[in-house]
């Protein structure tokens, strides 16, 4: 397994407030890995430091052996990274169709574009049926399903999730979590996703980092976190 | 099932620019509607616009204020398409009117160049100049964005002064009156009007264009959410500078229209804010931001109005006409919040269902 993403001793914050301290990860080709952790300890920004939305204080990030820290969101994802952002952020007034053309912005994702309106039509079935609609008009987890496609358009070899899990049913989130699972084993597809629904996270994860205050408090295959006792207490309420 | 999958055949013969626009679900742009239906109501709003024309005809008055309303319809049009669609709130459009007018009049009066080709230099310095200068104020969002762009404004009116072997300086810049359709100047008021009746209607149909093309859509995706626009892999930076570039170009043309009409240009007149830089605003936010046809129905709302106020009640004192047309104003964003567009949306969709049955 080669090395896909390498994280290494990232800062990052908001102006003059670090959230990010020294944090280094690394996801190989094909895992599933979750990053949990509480409100507020830096998820979600080191998932937009990744990607480009923010750019770090401190160290080095590398995609497939290139340095990404402080290149634009957009450049990132024509390098093969796509983001799935909270809550999908779907453009509610666009169609399905739409949303998912939108995802096709760089040149070579573009002359695949009916290609992967394809592919993509036949992971999800109901977004065919409602491809016609309003994104507005769909359920969370239509939603939700409906980012993952439009960020599949881009043809990514990785995948980023923020919070997949927000809003949605205990139902709806066990489909979601097994079609992201599906997407990456069919797919080839490695995946980065963060999560505050860390008992579900972990279950589904190969490996999984527990932040905590900005740092990496924990790391190790998902299922040995889930029994951890620290963990357990921590976050589970066991 | 067969039906419903009929959008993907249509897919299938459609060129990768166009891959964007589906013709089967509702849309606030006009975007999806069957080309041949846009293409009926453009003409059927074409034909409106004209009618008072073959009433009017030959008054000057009123000739004189359809001239600039067709005019100003098409620069609020062209401002829509960074402001509205795009939502950056540009209030330094008025250098582009500028650069327009004078670069025409220049031409002319050097070169001796036709206006009809002299409004063309223009448009590209500004096709240029507008990304550039806008480049380093996109950083800034809402408000902070205005306010920068309408100093570029006060910066333009300086130098416009000062730089006087190019604009004239405050004394200006005055065209002959030669008539012939050559120099783009004409004995029959009517003409003019014909001219900027021309000049709305190759922006609106610009526009109409574009709100189908897939830079079209981005605009919209990079408005409505930017950095879900990023997520998505869309250059948000690109994509507004390229509409920049377009929406300055056409501003310029209107500016060299503009200057060719009145055949007199000084700084005061081409960067006054209440009557070129932010009318442009007020036009459309009145008649509908981000629609198709808002900036026109704006221009014809206000433009006439405030001509006919400012002639009719001009002696009754110092600013009467004044505080009558800032009451519409202050009517139309109370009673109409998505412009004259917006409401005349809300009765058709109150009415509509009703016709159905």
């Known amino acids: 397994m080669s090395r896909l993403l390498t994280v290494d001793k990232l800062s990052s914050g908001y102006g003059l407030t670090p959230v990010l301290r020294s944090v280094s990860l690394h996801v190989d080709t094909g895992e599933v890995v979750a990053v949990v952790g509480a409100n507020g300890v830096g998820k979600s920004t080191l998932l937009r430091t990744i990607t480009g939305l923010l750019h770090p204080t401190h160290g080095d990030i590398q995609f497939d052996g290139m340095p990404i820290a402080g290149m634009p969101a957009h450049a990132i994802v024509g390098h093969g990274l796509a983001m799935v952002p909270e809550g999908g952020r779907l453009f509610m007034f666009m169609t399905v169709l739409e949303n998912l053309e939108l995802g096709a912005f760089g040149p070579t994702a573009r002359e695949d574009v009916r290609r992967s309106l394809d592919e993509v039509m036949e992971l999800f079935p109901i977004l065919r049926q409602r491809r016609t609609q309003l994104a507005g008009s769909l359920s969370g987890g239509e939603r939700q399903m409906c980012a993952i496609a439009r960020a599949l358009m881009s043809r990514p070899r990785m995948l980023m999730l923020d919070e997949p899990s927000l809003g949605l049913s205990p139902v709806m989130l066990e489909k979601v979590f097994d079609l992201i699972r599906s997407v990456a084993a069919s797919r080839d597809l490695t995946v980065l996703l963060i999560e505050q629904n860390v008992a579900d996270a972990l279950d589904m994860a190969n490996r999984a980092y527990v932040i905590e205050g900005g740092k990496i408090a924990k790391t190790g295959p998902g299922a040995e976190l889930l029994h951890d006792p620290d963990i357990q207490r921590a976050y589970l309420g066991l | 099932?067969?039906?419903?999958?009929?959008?993907?055949?249509?897919?299938?013969?459609?060129?990768?620019?166009?891959?964007?626009?589906?013709?089967?679900?509702?849309?606030?742009?006009?975007?999806?509607?069957?080309?041949?239906?846009?293409?009926?109501?453009?003409?059927?709003?074409?034909?409106?616009?004209?009618?008072?024309?073959?009433?009017?005809?030959?008054?000057?008055?009123?000739?004189?204020?359809?001239?600039?309303?067709?005019?100003?319809?098409?620069?609020?049009?062209?401002?829509?398409?960074?402001?509205?669609?795009?939502?950056?709130?540009?209030?330094?459009?008025?250098?582009?009117?500028?650069?327009?007018?004078?670069?025409?009049?220049?031409?002319?009066?050097?070169?001796?160049?036709?206006?009809?080709?002299?409004?063309?230099?223009?448009?590209?310095?500004?096709?240029?100049?507008?990304?550039?200068?806008?480049?380093?104020?996109?950083?800034?969002?809402?408000?902070?964005?205005?306010?920068?762009?309408?100093?570029?404004?006060?910066?333009?009116?300086?130098?416009?002064?000062?730089?006087?072997?190019?604009?004239?300086?405050?004394?200006?810049?005055?065209?002959?009156?030669?008539?012939?359709?050559?120099?783009?100047?004409?004995?029959?008021?009517?003409?003019?009007?014909?001219?900027?009746?021309?000049?709305?209607?190759?922006?609106?149909?610009?526009?109409?264009?574009?709100?189908?093309?897939?830079?079209?859509?981005?605009?919209?995706?990079?408005?409505?959410?930017?950095?879900?626009?990023?997520?998505?892999?869309?250059?948000?930076?690109?994509?507004?500078?390229?509409?920049?570039?377009?929406?300055?170009?056409?501003?310029?043309?209107?500016?060299?229209?503009?200057?060719?009409?009145?055949?007199?240009?000084?700084?005061?007149?081409?960067?006054?804010?209440?009557?070129?830089?932010?009318?442009?605003?007020?036009?459309?936010?009145?008649?509908?931001?981000?629609?198709?046809?808002?900036?026109?129905?704006?221009?014809?709302?206000?433009?006439?109005?405030?001509?006919?106020?400012?002639?009719?009640?001009?002696?009754?004192?110092?600013?009467?006409?004044?505080?009558?047309?800032?009451?519409?104003?202050?009517?139309?964003?109370?009673?109409?919040?998505?412009?004259?567009?917006?409401?005349i949306d809300a009765v058709w969709q109150r009415w509509r269902p009703a016709r159905k049955k």
Request: with cysteine; aromatic share 14%; proline share 6%.
């Open chain 2, 1 to 343: 099932m067969s039906k419903a999958d009929s959008p993907e055949a249509a897919h299938a013969d459609e060129t990768p620019e166009r891959a964007v626009a589906f013709a089967d679900a509702p849309d606030p742009v006009l975007g999806l509607l069957p080309w041949r239906r846009v293409a009926v109501f453009y003409l059927a709003g074409l034909f409106a616009a004209i009618a008072p024309m073959g009433l009017l005809a030959h008054e000057f008055f009123w000739v004189n204020i359809l001239t600039y309303t067709y005019l100003f319809a098409g620069l609020a049009v062209a401002w829509n398409i960074i402001a509205g669609f795009g939502g950056q709130f540009s209030l330094g459009h008025g250098v582009f009117f500028a650069v327009g007018a004078y670069t025409t009049v220049r031409l002319f009066l050097d070169w001796h160049l036709t206006p009809w080709l002299g409004l063309l230099p223009g448009a590209l310095i500004c096709a240029v100049a507008g990304p550039l200068i806008f480049w380093p104020t996109f950083r800034l969002k809402g408000s902070f964005f205005a306010i920068a762009t309408l100093a570029f404004n006060q910066v333009a009116f300086v130098f416009a002064n000062y730089f006087d072997s190019l604009t004239g300086g405050p004394r200006g810049l005055q065209v002959p009156f030669r008539a012939g359709t050559a120099n783009m100047i004409f004995t029959s008021p009517d003409a003019y009007a014909v001219l900027m009746f021309g000049f709305m209607a190759m922006a609106l149909a610009i526009v109409i264009v574009l709100m189908r093309s897939r830079l079209g859509y981005y605009l919209l995706a990079v408005r409505e959410d930017e950095d879900a626009a990023r997520a998505a892999g869309i250059s948000v930076t690109r994509v507004k500078l390229r509409a920049t570039a377009l929406s300055a170009a056409l501003t310029a043309i209107g500016g060299g229209l503009f200057a060719m009409y009145i055949r007199t240009i000084d700084p005061p007149t081409l960067f006054s804010l209440p009557d070129i830089g932010v009318k442009f605003a007020l036009l459309t936010l009145i008649g509908g931001m981000g629609t198709i046809a808002g900036p026109v129905l704006g221009a014809f709302l206000i433009v006439p109005l405030e001509s006919y106020f400012r002639a009719a009640l001009g002696g009754a004192g110092p600013g009467v006409y004044l505080i009558l047309l800032g009451a519409v104003m202050i009517a139309a964003a109370l009673f109409m919040r998505r412009g004259v567009a917006g409401a």
